[in-house]
């Protein structure tokens, strides 16, 4: 038994370090990266521009200490209801650490699909990274926001940031989804639960028509 774990000791050890091998890194003033190839690099700086050119230009002043930290990894799982279950990305407000499916893992990304569009292009690809920049900015701006104005917030600033031909792709995929009618509704956490592309389009929408609830959300007024 001991010689069993001992090998699978080795085994992780020698994971890790072809891992680490293989891995780049990049290190700035507000952006610390581990990927893979140099379109994850190329998609998160623009990101980080991205969004931090959204939120100064609704006249939020962004946090010039904080520096987001990326790693791109060949999977990515959280825990649901106590079980593991894997997703595109995903960010830990505790962490404060991105995590992101490599780009090289695209049968993978491919599975769950974006917006119901396979195969998945390398500007939906970059809108992930988006999204989850727009969590850590969020998280300095009003780190008591909860989870559903997260994604509220980070759908607007994903589809909002997007190329148009590819919005007009996504838009005319759920064209069938109306903006949120007044800034309650999207409390409403089951609609995300069911259909959260849906819940991103109305989001969207909504904020077409109004920025008072994105506003409030941010300025903490929404609970």
Known sequence: MKKIKT???????????IVT???KTYDSLDLQ???????????????????K????EMGYKIDPSLKVKILFIERVCILFNKTPIRVHTSYDPKTLLIEITQWSQQKLLNEKGLFNITPISIELYHSL?????????????????KSINHEYI????QIYTMGEGTRK??????KSITAFENCNEYAYSMFYDLSPF?????????YLDTDELFRKIVKGEIE
């Open 198 to 206: 849906g819940f991103a389009i109305a989001a969207y929408l909504q």
């Open 21 to 23: 091998v293989n891995a």
């Open 53 to 56: 050119l959204f939120f100064t």
């Open 154 to 157: 980070a759908y607007i600033v």
């Open 7 to 17: 090998m699978g000791l080795i085994i992780i050890t020698l994971l890790f370090l």
């Open 169 to 174: 792709v996504i838009l005319n995929e759920y």
């Open 33 to 51: 990266i581990t990927y893979e190839n140099e379109m994850e690099l190329k998609g998160a700086k623009e990101g980080l521009e991205k969004v």
């Open 129 to 145: 990274i988006v999204h989850e920049i727009t969590h850590a900015i969020l998280h300095s701006l009003q780190p008591k926001a």
